[in-house]
């Protein structure tokens, strides 16, 4: 073990200590929570202009608030619901002013200028009842995090020490919210389980939501048991993957569940790609390893529920009979928006103006799940534009360097996510963007690598 990797291990132990600590103050004091998420949004603005972001600064602070949004959410800290997505702007943002970005974003920012477009035309179609401001917020928030998130970091040079920094900063809020779940609900002894999304074990919070972020949180501390070389933290990261395993599953929502599973299997694809015969060998050891927690956080969930978490993920009512439609109505939500698409294909029906086109066809108002087809629906051949850029561009500049592999896990969480849960979060934009880094492994190879240019 490096000089480095034992001062690595010694902070995570102490942030881990805090945010133990910082999740039962806001279980005990939930009145803190808003002067807590203030003072943690100043601290990390004076760091970043006072560093001028020389240590990506601004990424560590853009990734600590995608990874809590939720939990500032969930205990009222935010402002407006919005707060999470316009924090992460705004931090990327600061930080592109002091370290710039890369001459190769022309393609993001075309990107984001074909956005607009779609606030125009909504001004057309909206009906008196529209609530312009605050469907325009919430509907273009998250696609302008995700090219915000993509500017800061395509072609961005990150050192791999300061790259592991960053999953410590989507991680510990996560595991904060888990400590404040745990003593929220301790059992499910007492509660009633509901199969469309387990409030009662989510705090009251929406499941979807949370289902997502202790998805993410698996996956991050499973590829920890893979990459970071230390007995005692592969123990201690086991026992938090039993803690925020569980409270995903018994969040009774599937997605952010079955996307990190998948992610996991992403990432060890190319994993596997870097081992030499000898760590292949204890790489196969600690897949079993995972498997065997995977098992006992399905083992415990399925007692806690007397069974019915297995009627969920086979997709089973209650009773035991299968249900005729395993998305839960997301399809024909899908349906609506690619019939909008059908008859606006041009111009769109413009942004936010789904919900209410939806309440028109179907009698129902509902958000949008995924982002896929809002795009199409909302921004019409723009959305192809904009799909195809946010798609191809990723992909070639993984073909061209093939130096991150996490590359397809992030490129898996962001495309699954958004499929489940649309942009209702920053953290798929953010993750999208991780993608897009330029790991630089300095003790490896100094010296020799290919030249990063822009």
Excluded at 153 to 163: G, L, M, Q, V
Excluded at 274 to 287: E, G, H, W, Y
Excluded at 297 to 320: D, K, M, P, Q
């Amino acid at each position: 073990m490096t000089k480095f990797d034992k001062i690595n291990n010694q902070f995570y132990l102490k942030m881990l200590i805090l945010h133990f600590g910082y999740g039962l103050l806001i279980y005990l004091v939930p009145s803190l929570a808003k002067f807590v998420l203030l003072g943690i949004i100043s601290s990390f603005l004076f760091v970043i202009i006072d560093r001028k972001n020389k240590g990506n600064e601004a990424l560590m602070a853009a990734a600590y608030i995608a990874g809590g949004e939720v939990f500032f959410r969930q205990t009222s800290a935010v402002i407006f619901y919005e707060t999470g997505k316009y924090a992460v702007i705004v931090f990327l943002v600061i930080g592109m002013f002091f370290k710039g970005a890369s001459s190769k974003t022309v393609p993001f920012w075309i990107y984001l200028l074909i956005l607009f477009p779609g606030v125009v035309m909504v001004t057309f179609t909206m009906s008196y009842d529209f609530e312009f401001r605050k469907q325009v917020a919430f509907n273009l928030a998250g696609p302008v995090c995700l090219g915000v998130s993509a500017l800061y970091c395509y072609y961005k040079k990150i050192k791999k020490e300061d790259f592991q920094r960053v999953f410590l900063m989507l991680l510990m809020p996560i595991i904060a919210q888990a400590v404040y779940l745990l003593f929220y609900t301790p059992s499910l002894d007492e509660v009633r389980i509901s199969f469309s999304g387990n409030y009662a074990s989510t705090g009251g919070f929406g499941p979807n939501q949370i289902s997502t972020v202790m998805g993410l949180a698996v996956f991050l501390l499973a590829t920890r048991l893979f990459t970071i070389k230390s007995f005692r933290i592969n123990i201690i990261d086991s026992l938090l993957l039993i803690m925020v395993g569980y409270r995903g599953v018994v969040s009774f929502s599937r997605g952010g569940i079955v996307t990190a599973i998948l992610c996991i299997i992403a990432f060890l694809i190319f994993f596997y790609t870097k081992q030499n015969l000898k760590a292949v060998r204890k790489t196969n050891l600690k897949i079993i390893g995972v498997v065997v927690i995977f098992t006992i956080v399905w083992i415990f969930t399925s007692l806690e529920t007397g069974g019915l978490i297995g009627n969920r993920y086979t997709n089973r009512n209650a009773l035991g009979q299968v249900e005729d439609d395993i998305t839960t109505g997301r399809v024909e939500l899908i349906e609506t928006e690619l019939s909008a698409f059908y008859h606006h294909p041009i111009t769109g029906i413009g942004v936010g103006k789904g919900k209410e086109y939806r309440e028109e066809n179907l009698g129902i108002g509902i958000a949008t799940h995924n982002e896929l087809s809002r795009l199409l629906a909302e921004h019409g051949v723009l959305g192809i534009i904009a799909l195809c850029i946010i798609v191809i561009v990723p992909i070639t500049f993984w073909f061209k360097f093939k130096n991150n592999y996490y590359f397809l896990a992030f490129v898996t969480f962001w495309f699954m996510t958004i499929n489940h849960s649309a942009m209702r979060i920053a953290l798929p934009a953010f993750v999208y963007g991780l993608a897009l880094l330029y790991i630089v492994d300095e003790k490896k190879n100094p010296v020799h690598r290919k030249r990063l240019t822009g």
